[in-house]
């Protein structure tokens, strides 16, 4: 069998560049990061499509704010530039892995948060997150960029607990409930 690559979302490694208040870990989730450097991964961090198209002073967002011409532009490229990467380790016979950022409105793959509210005069939001069952706008593009060329990846997504404040978490959905369950659902899906 190929060499391992997983493609991470760089908050996976990287939690500062979340919205601000939103980061949960100084840096990386450190058990997934461990597990990725002793298993003897090939890592490949893709830049945050929010933080490259917003910065890093923005707020919480829905995927009905993101979902623009603009932004979906920005992400196709930066999908376009993933899946020319992932074609050359397809063609050399790697075993290709994607994780997502679960409930995120960008990075999610099982849920995305989503409220057709938001947008327009701003209100107080509340800090139950507005969650759906669905994908995330970049999710999405990779998806198709990935699709286009013919490039197997098994994609999944960490479970919002490893990722947000407990008061960010939905109380329902696909996910994991505890940190370390979250990790080890990750680690299951790796070793596949």
Avoid at 98 to 109: E, K, N, Q, R, Y
Avoid at 172 to 178: A, E, T
């Amino acid at each position: 069998m190929g060499q391992k690559v997983v493609f991470l979302m760089h908050s996976v490694l990287n939690m500062n560049v979340r919205a601000p208040g939103i980061a949960i870990h100084p840096g990386p989730i450190e058990a997934l990061y461990r597990f990725l450097v002793e298993s003897g991964f090939e890592i490949v961090q893709i830049p945050c499509p929010e933080t490259t198209y917003v910065g890093l002073r923005r707020w919480w967002f829905t995927k009905e704010l993101y979902d623009s011409v603009g932004y979906r532009r920005h992400c196709r490229r930066l999908a376009e530039a993933v899946a020319d990467l992932a074609e050359v380790y397809h063609r050399r016979g790697g075993r290709l892995y994607f994780v997502g950022m679960g409930l995120s409105p960008t990075c999610g793959l099982r849920m995305t948060q989503s409220d057709p509210a938001w947008g327009g005069k701003p209100f107080e939001v509340p800090l139950d997150p507005p969650a759906v069952v669905g994908k995330g706008v970049f999710v999405e593009e990779l998806e198709r960029a990935f699709e286009s060329r013919g490039i197997p990846v098994r994609m999944s997504d960490v479970a919002p607990v490893a990722i947000y404040p407990a008061y960010r978490v939905p109380s329902w959905g696909p996910y994991p409930r505890s940190l370390q369950d979250a990790v080890e659902e990750v680690k299951r899906f790796l070793d596949g």
